[in-house]
């Protein structure tokens, strides 16, 4: 069983950044599809970014060029760098993982198969 644990939510004011880090275990993230998603109460969970086994990435165009999906696959930690946030971007926010063999492509199609407990980013404006 894949266990995931996101932090560096909280708050901050429009225009601010944040970093979010998702500490994976006991199998290697190097292997897998991952991804974060975001919340808020009353709608569905929103793809936000995904990056395959090779470090491809895909966002969603609301995220594109403020948002930036990394992992390091020796500390086995994947990243959400948050940037130019705004009042809407408040939600809780999940990594997410799926694996699919050796590789994992395709990230953004994938059904994801572990989740975290989520991580709450609050911006004001």
């Known amino acids: 069983q894949v266990q995931l644990e996101e932090s560096g939510g909280g708050s901050v004011q429009a225009g601010g950044s944040l970093r979010l880090s998702c500490a994976a275990a006991?199998?290697?993230?190097?292997?897998?599809?991952m991804a974060w998603f975001r919340q808020t109460p009353g709608k569905a969970r929103e793809r936000v970014a995904v990056?395959?086994?090779?470090?491809?990435?895909t966002y969603a165009d609301s995220m594109e060029g403020r948002f930036t999906i990394s992992k390091d696959n020796a500390k086995n930690i994947l990243y959400l760098q948050m940037n130019s946030l705004k009042p809407e971007d408040t939600a809780m926010y999940f990594c997410?993982?799926?694996?699919?063999?050796?590789?994992?492509?395709?990230?953004?199609?994938?059904?994801?198969?572990?989740w975290g407990q989520g991580t709450q980013v609050t911006v004001s404006s």
């Open positions: 006991p199998f290697p993230i190097s292997h897998a599809c």
């Open positions: 997410a993982a799926t694996y699919a063999g050796p590789v994992c492509d395709g990230a953004w199609g994938r059904d994801y198969n572990y």
């Open positions: 990056i395959t086994s090779g470090s491809i990435t």
